[in-house]
């Protein structure tokens, strides 16, 4: 019989093999087949309403083995049944016994409270703070499109480096003390197991999902960057862009001109600051501009560089009323008014306006694949004990 309370993988693995000696019952097969049928629709891509986890297997394994189901032929039958279940739910869930590759179910077994901790974390934070969503979105994309999904963005200056923090473009970023609030909770109960390039990516994700927009999951397993250099935040997209310069800088990362409107619509949180947007203040006005809109940025812009304009009238809201709004001309920045003045993206512009649910899918299609940008598996990284500094 399986001994659902055994903790390591290998024996783990080698009961649930000695368990697939008899054939597979109908019922069984029936349920590989349905569950192999759901996962691998990439409509279903996402946080599985359909799977049930392994350790919820483990939980009903012991109940029904311990209470329900007392005589010894019950057990046999039931722990041969649940075994074929577990090790299909491993396998499909991308648990790697031992490996170092990214998976959905990284933590499952070295820190399975790591996220239900950052969950609770993060969401205590955003009801104190909503503003919080915008930045810790913005946060994970500043990380990943300098040196890769990597932490990199969380590490000090020294006195001998001058890190991506501390320039210009990342100086509105914040949400710092929150993902070492997470890290530091974290390394109590898992000590050097979760990195803190994954703690950015899940915070992200839940700021996301808590703001209203879609619940998607993306695969663990980051290890943390050694590099951090102000020197290298020259690559990141200036809000001065126009569409072609965004769709040719998006498309070196591998990344479609709809990912990149979708991406953009993560401006459906948050606001800007009247320094990214005051020169399309200056003599002559901005022309893509609706006329009374500019006068409200210029009303903005009159509290000083660091006075906020909201992206839309819902900042703490994930919607898709930042589209609608570059359809009355009301972009704040630059490059989110010339994703309508740009034929190429202003049909995807139209899109997302009308159709909330493609936003939300394609945005989430987008989110994922922007969390594997050159992540470091293995050696090639680490897992901080401290976010704000390398071991």
Known sequence: MIDPLSSN?????????????????PIIRVYIYTNTLLTSSSLFNQP???????????????????????SKLSKMVLANFLGVVLLMELIAGGYRFGADG???????????????ILRSTVTSALQSDPTLAAALV??????????????????DSTKDNTAEKDSPGNLSVRGFELIDDVKEQLENQCPGVVSCA????????????????PVYDIPKGRKDGRRSK????????????????????????????????????????????????????SDPVDPTMDSDFSKALAKTCSGGDNAEQPFDVTRNNFDSFYFQTLQR????????????????????????????AMFF???????????????????????RADCRKVN
């Open 230 to 281: 102000i020197e290298d935040t020259i690559n990141l997209p200036f809000p001065t862009f126009n569409a072609s310069e965004l769709v040719r800088v998006f498309g070196q990362r591998g990344f479609s001109a709809q990912d990149m409107v979708a991406l953009s619509g993560a401006h459906t949180l948050g606001a800007a600051r009247c320094s990214s947007f005051k020169t399309r203040l």
């Open 102 to 116: 990214l998976s959905m179910n990284y933590y499952v077994f070295n820190c399975p409270i790591a996220e239900p």
């Open 198 to 213: 994954d703690i950015i990516a899940m915070a992200a994700r839940e700021a996301v999902s808590w703001s209203g927009g």
């Open 48 to 70: 599985s309403y359909f799977q049930i986890s392994p350790i919820a297997f483990l939980a009903f394994a012991i109940y029904c083995s311990y209470i329900e189901f007392p």
């Open 329 to 356: 001309k009301a972009g704040v920045l630059f490059s989110d008014q010339t994703l309508y003045n740009n034929p190429k993206t202003k049909a995807i512009v139209n899109n997302y306006a009308m159709n909330q």
């Open 361 to 383: 899918f394609d945005f989430q299609q987008a989110m994922v694949k922007m969390s594997l940008l050159d992540v470091k598996e293995g050696s090639k990284g680490e897992v």
């Open 138 to 155: 913005r946060m994970h994309f500043h990380d990943c499109w300098i040196q890769g999904c990597d932490g990199s963005i969380l590490l």
């Open 9 to 25: 993988p290998a024996c783990i693995v080698q009961n649930l093999l000695l368990s697939l000696r008899g054939n597979l019952s």
